[in-house]
């Protein structure tokens, strides 16, 4: 019997009602998003060709899509990409999906980098520890000039997804990508800025996130230990001996942890001063310490 044929219409439609039913919060975005890749067009063609049947090859792997969203797998993994800082990043289940609250740490160092280039700063290097897709160290080498990044990631299966974004973003010379557990890669170096989106939800929390981010987003990524901080303390007692003179580290933080952080960064003998950066919701985001 002939498989019955189903239009752009007719898919949208019934996937949105399923995805409803199984409690996705943008059921008809994600739908026409999972479509049009499928389809290999943006979401205005689906419009424009309502009634364009399916390929037969088309339709299956739509299903299979359709099928892991309805089980609450992230967009950015059935799709293997996330946007950033405004640009294409390839993501794997290894790999954290980079979060638009993270563009305030990349901001706030495209422009702290840019500000001392053009003071007359030479080359400036910096390190990104707990890189993941390599986001952070890529979005603000792109967006600089006369930098460089080491980026750091304790999985390797993570650090290799890194890797392949830094060839695909062309910026494979200007980065090196190190396993380890923070900053034992880089003894002995020095860098201008240190940057880190590290692990910060508190244990116990972990199991109260959206079942998307839970049941597939590495844990590694995401469990902070049993008050949220236990990375901080290390990465904070380690990291600000790397800076050079005048260095800046910035971390970002989870809600009601910037007290804490700032705290355990103006412990370190080397940090001068810390301050703290909003998020577009007011939230307290990032924590920058600087160095004499
Ligand atoms: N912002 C992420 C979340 O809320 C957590 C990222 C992290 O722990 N660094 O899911």
């Known amino acids: 019997m002939a498989e019955r044929v189903w239009t752009i219409q007719e898919l949208l439609t019934w996937t949105t009602d399923f995805f409803r039913t199984r409690g996705m919060e943008t059921p008809r975005l994600d739908a026409e998003v ?5 389809l290999g ?23 299979g899509y ?25 993501v794997t289940r290894d790999t954290l999906i980079p979060r638009p609250d993270t563009e305030i740490l990349a901001q706030f ?18 390190a990104d520890i707990g890189t993941g897709t390599g986001a952070i160290a890529l979005s603000v080498l792109h967006h600089t000039e006369g930098t460089r990044a080491d980026a ?19 910026l494979t010379e200007r980065i090196e990508v ?29 199991k ?11 844990h590694l990524a995401l469990d902070g230990g049993a008050d949220g901080l236990a990375v901080y303390r290390r990465l904070l007692r380690d990291a600000p001996d790397l800076l050079t003179e005048g260095g800046v580290i910035a971390v970002e933080v989870g809600i009601h942890e910037a007290t804490d952080v ?31």
């Open 66 to 90: 359709v099928k892991e969203r309805g089980a609450h797998v992230p967009m950015a993994y059935i799709l293997g990409r996330r946007e950033f800082m405004g640009l294409s990043f390839r």
């Open 152 to 170: 750091v990631d304790i999985s390797p299966a993570a650090a290799a997804v890194a890797a392949e974004n830094a060839a695909e973003l062309g």
């Open 262 to 292: 700032a705290a355990l960064m103006a412990a370190h003998p080397r940090i001068v001063r810390t301050k703290t950066l909003r998020d577009l919701a007011g939230i307290e985001r990032v924590v920058v310490g600087e160095t004499v």
């Open 208 to 218: 109260t996130l959206m079942e998307d981010v839970k049941a597939y987003e590495p």
């Open 178 to 206: 190190l396993t380890g557990d923070l900053t034992a890669p880089l003894l002995g170096r020095s860098y201008a800025m240190i940057l880190s989106n590290p692990p910060y939800i508190p244990s116990a929390d972990v």
């Open 41 to 63: 067009r943006d979401r205005m063609y689906l419009y424009v060709h309502f009634d364009e049947p399916l390929e037969p090859a088309e339709l299956a792997t739509f299903r």
């Open 109 to 126: 160092a495209v422009d702290t980098l840019c500000a001392r280039a053009e003071a007359g700063a030479g080359e400036l290097r910096f």
């Open 34 to 38: 999972l479509l049009a890749a499928v």
